[in-house]
Nanobody, 115 residues
């Protein structure tokens, strides 16, 4: 099992920045990728960014050039630096960790961007 705890959400004006953190604990040696998803009201949960075991990163087109995913050297904490935030970035952001057999999720953190 893997436990994920997010922090760093909040309210920010358009154009501002926020940094989300996700701390993993448990059997994280099973994990081969970690990432961030978001879900806005009335919409499906969507991938925002992911970082794979070898360090390769993926981003959704809507956040490329504005968001950066990174992790610490121990690979137990993943960050999402969000710059040039837009009102359409408003959502609950969930940390995700993938193992070969299972997906793990954090409890989510609210990000609200005012216009």
């Amino acid at each position: 099992q893997v436990q994920l705890v997010e922090s760093g959400g909040g309210l920010v004006q358009a154009g501002g920045s926020l940094r989300l953190s996700c701390v993993a604990s448990g059997n994280f040696f099973e994990i081969n990728a970690m990432g961030w998803y978001r879900q806005a009201p009335g919409k499906q949960r969507e991938l925002v960014a992911a970082i794979h075991g070898g360090g390769r990163t993926d981003y959704s087109d809507s956040v490329k050039g504005r968001f950066t995913i990174s992790r610490d050297n121990a690979k137990t904490t993943v960050y999402l630096q969000m710059n040039m935030l837009k009102p359409e970035d408003t959502a609950v952001y969930y940390c995700n960790a993938d193992s070969p057999m299972e997906k793990f999720w954090g409890q989510g953190t609210q990000v609200t961007v005012s216009s």
